[in-house]
């Protein structure tokens, strides 16, 4: 009886994690703007909100309505991007068991052909690899083991390109978180310039907090984005090792393929 599998390729993690980023991104800007218009509510009423809503009414009020968008586009995306580069850099992904084992039988049976379209219809680091090595390896074994390195460089290239958006990430949140800081700073020294002998102490503290909390945030943002990649990317390349070390081994066999046409 056939079973279905669901493949995870590259394009449908990146549509899925996206896409529910964006969902949560929407439901979380609604909370937002409920919390927010409940809290001008009780102001208005004269009615003091509840004790475990101070809290949240207070951080959203200190953030304001753009830091709170931009903070949680970078984390959803954050997320994404992570989960989307754990798959990527799975040993089933990279490296898997069982197409080394059925290649490795088919070329014991001298099974060339169908070992090369085991190889070509494979998603896998190791089977784009293979499938180019065994595609020039009738003009001899160095121009199939050139093959083999472009094709390697070139997908080592595009797990580079995917993990250096978290990286980016690490370095822009600290900046957002900056930025934050300055502006708050700015509103602080605005009301104490313009407040005269007795500045308003509620918007001085309005000020000090959106610089306090920006800062934190970013900070929040880029300290596990930072450490993310950098763990990813000693798994990444381990990965590309791997891969050339079982490539090596298996397209070995063909080594004397170019000493003949010597």
Known sequence: ???????????????????????????????????????????????????????????????GFEYIIVFLALSFILVALFILNILAARRESVCPGELVATFESQLDNKQYQEAYDLAKTDESFLGTVLSAGLARLSSGYPQAVAAMQEAGADESMKMDHRLSYLA?????????????????????????????????????????????????????IAIPAIAGYNILRNLVQRRILEVGATSENLMGRFEKVGNKKK
Not at 35 to 42: I, P, V
Not at 198 to 214: F, H, M, R, V, Y
Request: a negative charge; charged letters at 10%; glycine letters at 10%.
């Open 1 to 63: 009886m056939p079973r279905f599998q669901f493949k995870f390729t590259q394009r449908r993690v990146f549509i899925l994690t996206f896409l529910f980023a964006f969902l949560a991104l929407a439901f979380s800007t609604i909370g937002i703007n409920e919390a927010t218009a409940f809290a001008q509510a009780a102001a208005e009423g004269g009615a003091a909100p509840a004790d475990q809503d101070s809290l949240l009414t207070w951080l959203l009020k200190s953030l």
């Open 168 to 220: 980016l990430i690490g370095t822009i949140s600290p900046m957002i978180g900056l930025f934050g800081t300055v502006h708050g700073m700015i509103e602080s020294f605005y009301e104490i310039a313009n407040g005269g002998g007795t500045p308003d102490a509620n918007k001085l503290a309005e000020g000090i907090s959106t610089a306090l909390l920006t800062t934190l945030i970013g900070l929040a």
